[in-house]
C-alpha cells in the first residue's frame, strides 16, 4: 500500500519515510509511526486516529446515516483497515491532549474534570485521593465506550468529549459527497434454484463428483464442512487439536491447503468471528483501487470512468449472480483460468 503513498509536504523524498510500519517494531510501534506520518501529511492528531482506530459505526443506531460522522468512517472504512488493539490510547501533538479506546471496548478508561482545570484519565475508579480532593472540586466525570475519544484543546484548555471533538473531525471535509461520487454498494443476490438456466452451472452440476475429487475434497469434507456450511451458513465448530495424518505422508493427492497447518495458542480466548461478534465485526469488503492514503482528497485516476468508483460488497463469497454484476459494475475485471496441462507436470505451474 505505501508505495501509493504522495503528499505535496514530502514530494520526492516521500521513499525516505515508507514503509511507516517496520519489521521487528512492536504493534503499538507501527501504529505511532503511521499516525506520524498522517499528521505530517496536514490531518489532526484526533482525525488520524478515528481513521486508523474506528469505531463500529455500521451497527451504531445513534449515527445518523446522512450525517457527517457516519460518512466519515464510510468513506475511510473503505480504504483503511482498521487496528483493532485492544487498547486505550493517550495521546498529545501539543494542540490536542486526550485519550482513545479501540471498538471492542476491552478496557476501562474513566476521566475525571476538576474545577481548576485537571483533568485525569485512568483505567481505575479512586485514583484520585479522597482525602486531597474533595466531592465539590469536581466539575464533571465521563467514561470512554467502546470506539470513544475525547480530547484537551492546550490553545484553551476546554475538554472536547466524543460527539463533538468527532464532528469537529468529520466536517472537515465532503465525506458525504465524496461517497455518493466514489462509492457504490452493491446488493447482495438471490442464489440459483434448482430450475436455473444457467449453462456454466448445469455442467457443473452434471460432474460435480468429478470435479470434487479433481480438487481433491474428501467425503468427509463434504459431509461435515460444505453441507453444514450451506445449510447454516456459517463455518462449522470443532474441538482444538487436528488429529489428521498428515498430508506430506500420504500416497493420496490433497488439496493445497492440507499441507499447511496454522500454530494456534493455547489459550482461552473465546471464539472471535462475524456471528459472535456483529456488533464490532465485518465481514464487508470493497473492490477497486484504493488510491492514495495520504491524499486530502479521494485520489483520481487517468482512467477515471473505470477507476473513480469503489464497489462494497457485504461479504467476499460470491454467487454466480453476484459476479455478474462486478463485470457490469464497471470496474476493470479480467477472467483467469486455474486449469493447467496435466501431462507437463508440477512444472506446467510455473
Not at 498430508?247 to 480466548?269: C, E, G, K, P
Request: charged share 25%; net charge negative.
Amino acid at each position: 500500500r505505501s508505495a501509493t503513498f504522495e503528499h505535496p509536504n514530502f514530494g520526492h523524498r516521500m521513499q525516505e519515510v515508507l514503509p511507516p510500519m517496520q519489521p521487528g517494531t512492536s504493534d503499538s510501534g507501527n501504529l505511532d509511526n503511521y499516525v506520524e506520518l498522517m499528521l505530517r501529511c496536514n490531518r489532526e492528531l484526533p482525525e488520524a486516529l478515528m481513521v486508523t482506530v474506528p469505531e463500529a459505526y455500521h451497527t451504531d443506531k445513534r449515527l445518523d446515516e446522512e450525517g457527517d460522522i457516519y460518512n466519515f468512517y464510510k468513506y475511510w472504512g473503505s480504504v483503511q483497515e482498521p487496528w483493532d488493539g485492544p487498547a486505550l490510547i493517550a495521546y498529545c501533538d501539543g494542540k490536542y491532549l486526550g485519550a482513545k479506546l479501540d471498538r471492542n471496548g476491552l478496557r476501562p478508561a474513566r476521566y475525571f474534570r476538576l474545577k481548576d482545570g485537571t483533568t485525569v484519565v485512568g483505567s481505575e475508579v479512586g485514583i484520585l485521593d479522597a482525602a486531597k480532593v474533595s466531592p465539590d472540586q469536581y466539575e464533571s466525570k465521563g467514561r470512554l465506550g467502546p470506539g470513544q475519544i475525547m480530547a484537551i484543546d492546550l490553545s484553551n484548555g476546554e475538554l472536547i468529549e466524543n460527539n463533538e471533538i468527532k464532528q469537529m473531525m468529520a466536517s472537515r471535509r465532503p465525506y458525504r459527497q465524496w461517497n455518493n461520487e466514489f462509492r457504490k454498494s452493491m446488493a447482495p443476490q438471490p442464489w440459483f434454484g434448482s430450475d436455473h438456466d444457467d449453462p456454466v452451472c448445469k455442467e457443473i452440476e452434471e460432474h460435480l463428483l468429478q470435479l470434487q475429487f479433481m480438487a481433491g475434497y474428501t467425503l468427509e469434507d463434504v459431509e461435515m464442512v460444505v453441507e453444514s456450511m450451506a445449510l447454516s451458513g456459517k463455518e462449522p465448530t470443532f474441538s482444538m487439536g487436528n488429529d489428521k495424518p498428515l498430508a506430506a505422508l500420504s500416497d493420496r493427492a490433497h488439496v493445497i491447503y492440507d499441507y499447511f497447518s496454522q500454530r494456534f495458542a493455547q489459550v482461552t480466548n473465546p471464539a472471535i468471528d462475524p456471528y459472535r461478534e456483529a456488533l464490532v465485526m465485518s465481514v464487508g469488503v470493497f473492490l477497486g483501487r484504493q488510491g492514495n492514503l495520504m491524499a486530502e482528497e479521494p485520489s483520481r485516476f487517468e482512467n477515471s470512468n473505470l477507476n473513480k468508483r469503489l464497489v462494497g460488497l457485504d461479504s467476499p463469497v460470491l454467487n454466480e449472480r453476484e459476479l455478474r454484476c462486478i463485470k457490469q459494475s464497471r470496474l476493470l475485471t479480467v477472467e483467469l483460468s486455474t486449469c493447467y496441462t496435466a501431462t507437463h507436470g508440477p512444472n506446467e505451474l510455473e
